[in-house]
């Protein structure tokens, strides 16, 4: 049944009075912070030593892309650009070598992020989606199907991106603007730990929440589709 699994972005209660936010707080019967069973077999994957010490420093940048963070200020301001805090997390975690997947439609782009990480010391893998131009007939994707038919497409290959940055023995990869879909099979053969730094989003100029901020107003026909 649904009601048996979590429903955080439903939870009924305020947020400063959820359990997940107090000790003691409120919570609906399916609320993972009651489930002790499932906490404890997540302390258990932070007991690896490697585990812990990447979600250790994790927090710490978190809690570093703000400022104002002096005892009695209650209103910290966020200070940092995802890009920058990328380049800080990988220095923490001692990072010499990273990998940076992209789109095509963002080479642009994608070869400003390799400079800047380039500037701050990393070695940098980058492997744009349609490497291997592999004819996409050869998945089976029908002419009808691709974005020009009658003409000759490459598929994007988010399997070989992955595979030459584990050839290449990569420490941290940074996806920059997959396709939904394949930026799960990227995900999923990844040897190293891997990061966002853009989610594709060809209408909103790569701004996903776009949508969602606006999706009573300007793209309420979304939910009538």
């Known amino acids: 049944m649904k009601d048996s699994y979590p429903s955080c972005a439903s939870c009924p209660f305020p947020k400063e009075e959820r359990l997940c936010s107090v000790e003691n707080g409120k919570s609906p019967a399916t609320c993972p912070t009651r489930d002790n069973d499932l906490i404890d077999e997540v302390r258990k994957e932070y007991s690896d030593p490697g585990i812990r010490e990447f979600v250790r420093q994790a927090s710490v940048q978190e809690?570093?892309?703000?400022?104002?963070?002096?005892?009695?200020?209650?209103?910290?301001?966020?200070a940092k650009p995802r890009i920058l805090e990328i380049a800080e997390f990988a220095k923490r975690m001692n990072y010499s070598k990273l990998g940076l997947v992209f789109c095509t439609g963002l080479s642009r782009e994608a070869a400003i992020v390799e400079s800047f990480l380039s500037d701050k010391g990393f070695r940098v893998v980058s492997v744009m989606c349609k490497a291997g131009r592999t004819p996409k007939e050869e998945i089976g994707v029908e002419d009808h199907e691709k974005i020009r038919p009658g003409t000759n497409e490459s598929m994007c290959n988010p399997m070989l991106q992955a595979f030459a940055l584990n050839r290449a023995g990569t420490e941290f990869n940074i996806v920059?603007?997959?396709?939904?879909?394949?930026?799960?099979?990227?995900?999923?053969?990844?040897?190293?730990?891997?990061t966002v730094l853009a989610a594709k989003d060809r209408l909103t100029g790569h701004n996903p929440l776009a949508a969602i901020y606006t999706l009573d107003s300007y793209y309420r026909y979304l939910k009538k589709e």
């Open 176 to 194: 920059m603007g997959l396709c939904v879909g394949h930026d799960s099979i990227f995900l999923k053969y990844s040897k190293a730990f891997c």
């Open 63 to 78: 809690g570093e892309g703000y400022s104002g963070r002096e005892p009695g200020n209650t209103t910290p301001k966020p």
